[in-house]
């Protein structure tokens, strides 16, 4: 057994009284998501609400999502949730109709972006630039891109440093450009 998730068994044990309003946020507003999911489904296919034995078998197929999961309540206070939330569910597609699913996402698949890997390209030959500091790059032709001011051409008094600045209470380094004082 993991460390600190319990199994279904021992969760009845410990909290045999358990409520539905005892159930945490995430929780009952996955189960009353199910809930109106079933009801919208059950409405489809028989053009009207539940009825008294629909709403038991409702109640039923829930209640086994529920436990699936491992979340804890009592048949009764879910099937006194479901019976209570019905009529507003009716109002609810009455007045909004059946919500349509969204279609599924197409997943991509995520390449993981490298650690130090430039996104800029240099406007003058094509190139990736290469990283100096965070917040600025550079190119072998001359061509350097700053955060803020965009890309500018390099002159040989330019000197690229960090800068330590107090933002609130953190002291953040920030990319300066200072220019050589010419002798």
Not at 37 to 63: F, L, N, S, W
Request: aromatic share 8%; charged share 35%; with cysteine.
């Amino acid at each position: 057994m993991k460390g600190n998730h319990h199994s279904l068994a021992y969760k009845m044990q410990a909290k045999p009284n358990k409520t539905y309003k005892d159930l945490r946020q995430k929780q009952k507003a996955k189960i009353s998501e199910w809930m109106f999911r079933a009801v919208c489904e059950h409405y489809q296919e028989h053009g009207e609400m539940p009825g008294d034995e629909a709403a038991e078998k409702i109640t039923a197929r829930i209640y086994d999502k529920i436990k699936s999961l491992a979340i804890w309540v009592p048949y009764d206070e879910v099937h006194r949730e479901f019976l209570s939330k019905l009529p507003r569910y009716e109002t609810r597609i009455q007045e909004h109709g059946i919500p349509e699913d969204p279609p599924p996402k197409k997943k991509t698949p995520a390449t993981p972006r490298k650690k130090g890997r430039s996104n800029k390209i240099c406007p003058n030959c094509g190139r990736k630039m290469k990283q100096q500091f965070i917040g600025l790059q550079h190119c072998r032709c001359g061509m350097s891109w700053k955060k803020g001011e965009g890309f500018f051409e390099r002159s040989p008094d330019m000197v690229f440093a960090l800068q330590r600045r107090k933002v609130g209470k953190k002291v953040k380094q920030c990319p300066v450009i200072r220019y050589r004082e010419s002798e």
